[in-house]
Structure formats: structure tokens, C-alpha cells
């Protein structure tokens, strides 16, 4: 196999879903992911669905949204590819039906798919040689509706409602010289799922300190989908059919982390397991269950004494780590990625912009595997207001 202009995202998207991205954004973003622990006034957390009823109670109406670019690095034994690419990265409306009830409506790029593989062989049968031309694309978006409850002033829970939906494209194309001449075979595949997210929050004042404990759960469901297989040669189209199958699965997952939060800086961490193992895959590889252990810190590092803390600039940083989901070769590998980020407010102090720098970084270039680099700028918006309230004229 050889690198061959990758389409729009990496090697490894080939597999399953493709490549699952992450729930967090803005805050949680810049801290790395650790969010399942962190509760927060003035932003909202997508990692825990518990924390939607701890933001402000003076406030009525978050809307948060963002963007992202990146530049992917995939270098070989034989071959180094690059490609540029970016998109939405989420788009959320808070708003607070009591005092104690809080919902969250919001869509996000579940995984993505984009590769382009190409193979050199030689047949004897032919006498010469010809490619094979892997190529994908697609993914899958989450459509959610969460809400979230306080039970006490310590306690909170919450749950998601989500909709999974997309289409992803395959192709294998057999391109040869010789009498056969060149054949096309395309998989187009509809997916559609529901599914749920659980989560728990438990606050701890210390003081003028605050220690939140959080915990998720996720089931493992198997998305419904539809497959039309195309094969097409000599001019015309040579073989369709409708399969319904199934092996495109979502696996169970279970998290918890806590967060600390002082009076110039708040520690974020989290640990999350996904169970992989055992769900049906069509590829030569194997699920592997994964561990992902998450860290982050938050300070001030100009104080202004007339600002509170989440209405100041914020720096951010964030460190993760996990073992892929895949074994390909008979081999397991780790990711890593690092986080840098800025928190910056702006119009009176009353919204924030969240600019996160990450470098990620995934595989090998032994045992025939592709190692990854992947700078990645993401941009996001977190506006606050209040709705719903009558003027008043004295």
C-alpha cells in the first residue's frame, strides 16, 4: 500500500465510522478534553450533559458555536502525504426552562471518513501490471437534544437524546492496461441511530474553592443502515444490489473526572473507557477496547480585581492520551495530543471567544502503519444574554 492524495482526512478513517471526533468545545476544548468533572457559570460543557443546569442562573441564553482548520501530516516507509482541511465544529443553544431545569439543543460532526489508497500490483495471469485505487468518504452527525436537572445546590444529573445520521461513500477501482480494461465498485451506505447519554455531577464547596465529581454512561447501539453495491465495467453497469447488514456498531462507554476550581485557576481531569471489543467489524482488523486519560489547567495570568474570574482573559492548557481503537498488522498504537488555548472576552465582558491550538499525533512508521501529525486551530464563540423578559419603564 502506498499513500496516494488523501481525500479529506486520514489513513485511519478507512476503518468503521471513521474517524470519531471529540464533544468538547471551547472551554473544554483549550483543557484538553477533561470535562466530564467540569461544571462551569459561564460556559457550557458538552462532555456531561449534567452540567448544563450549573451554568448561571442570572442568564437565560447561551448560544455557542465554532470552527476548525487543520493540517494533516501522514508519512510512511516509502511515501509523505499532506492535506489541509476544517469545518464546523459544533453549534449549541442553552436556554433555562426553571430555575433548576436546563435544556441544550445542538449539532456535531459525530466521525469523518475521507482517504485515498493506492495499491501497485502485478498479475501473472495478465503479464502486467495493475492499481487498485481505495477511496472513502462520509460521516456521521449528531443531532441531540440534553437536558439537565438539580436536585440540590450538589447534586445535579442529566441526559442527551441523540440522533446519529449519515451517508458514507466507498470505492475500490481496478485500473489496468490489458484486455479487461478498468472496473469501478462503489458502496454507498445510509446510517441512522438513537441513542442516549447519561450523566452525574456532584459539587463540593471547600471554602472559596469548588471540587465537582462527575460521571457518564453511554450503551453501545448498532446503527440501522442501508448499502447499495455498484459494480461497473465495459462502459456500463454490470451488478447492483441493496444489502442490509450489520456492522457499523457504537461501542458502550463509561467516564468520570472531577475538577478543582480556586480562585486564579481551575485542574481539570477525567479518565474515559470505551468497550470496542466484541463489536462486528467487515475489515481485516479487530476492535480493541481504549482507555483515554484527560488533563487540563485554566488560570488567570493578568488579574483585574474588577473582573470575576470567567469575564477575565484565560489561558488554557491540556494534555490526552489513548490507545487506538483499531489492531491493524496484529498492532496496537497510542495517540497523544497537546492543547494550548486562549480564552479572550470581549463586548463589555459579557461573551468569550476560544481560540485552541492542538498537536496530534497518532502511529507508527513500523510494521507497515502510517504515522500521523495533525495541527489543528479551532475557533469558537460563546455568547450569553437573557430572554424572555419583559421591559420595564419607570
Known sequence: ???????????????????????????????????????????????????????????????????????????????????????????????????????????????????????????????????????????????FWGHSYAITPFLSIGVNANFLFGAIDKSQNFNSNSVIGNFNLTEETFLRAFTYDLGLQLHLPLGNNIVTFGSTFSPAVDLQHDTDITLDGFGGSLFEEDLEESQYGVPMEIGAGFSWKATHFLLSADVRFQGWQGLESREDTEYVNTWTPRIGLEFIPFKNELLDYEHSLLFRTGFQLKNSNWRINGNNFMEWAYTFGLGIPFNRYTHHMNVNYTYHHRGSIDNDLIREVKHEISVSFTLRDIWFMKRKIF
Open 1 to 143: 500500500m502506498a499513500l496516494y492524495g488523501q481525500a479529506s482526512g486520514s489513513i485511519y478513517s478507512a476503518y468503521g465510522l471513521g474517524d470519531l471526533k471529540s464533544r468538547a468545545n471551547g472551554q473544554v476544548q483549550g483543557i484538553g478534553g477533561a470535562g466530564i468533572g467540569l461544571s462551569s457559570p459561564y460556559f457550557l460543557n458538552l462532555t456531561n450533559p449534567a452540567s448544563y443546569s450549573s451554568l448561571s442562573p442570572l442568564l437565560n441564553m447561551f448560544f455557542d458555536f465554532g470552527v476548525q482548520a487543520n493540517y494533516l501530516s501522514m508519512t510512511s516507509e516509502e511515501d509523505v502525504n499532506s492535506q489541509r482541511g476544517g469545518g464546523l465544529s459544533h453549534l449549541n443553544l442553552w436556554l433555562r426552562f426553571t430555575k433548576n431545569w436546563s435544556n441544550t439543543i445542538g449539532l456535531q460532526p459525530y466521525s469523518s471518513m475521507g482517504y485515498s489508497i493506492k495499491s501497485d500490483r502485478y498479475s501473472d495471469i495478465l503479464g502486467e501490471s495493475y492499481n487498485l485505487i481505495y477511496q472513502g468518504e462520509g460521516g456521521v452527525s449528531r443531532l
